[in-house]
């Protein structure tokens, strides 16, 4: 099993949020699409939770931005029940395959300004005995 954690303050995305490079670098058009859902507040509020989410996932698979991956290759989407659940594409779907990652969770709590996400990766089958600290060979 592996764990990523990220903290955020709601204001450090701030400046960010309203650059359009920004978004499309970081988020899928549906995690977009949702927060166009919203209002103004909720909408900064959302997209926080989604970068924290985002950073939580990136340090599971291993690579943080980088080694080809981009945060918009983790999308963190709505389940039916409105549960974040995780999408990977491109490279972070590659070096999660590699690392013998089955599928990722993650949570995201907001508090006073503050988001806090988890990440959980599940390991394949084949992969259930390694320690989390072993990379896949």
Known sequence: MWIGVDVTHEN????LLARPWFRDYTYAP???QTAASFGAE???EFLTGRF?????VLKVIGTGVGAGVTP???AILRAHGGAPQVRLSGAAARHARDRGIAGISVSVT???GVVVAVAIGVPAASHAGMEASEPSR
């Open 110 to 112: 907001h508090k006073k």
């Open 42 to 44: 909720r909408a900064h």
């Open 72 to 74: 918009r290759q983790v």
């Open 12 to 15: 450090e995305l701030a400046a």
């Open 30 to 32: 549906e995690e977009l």
């Open 52 to 56: 924290a989410g985002k950073e939580a």
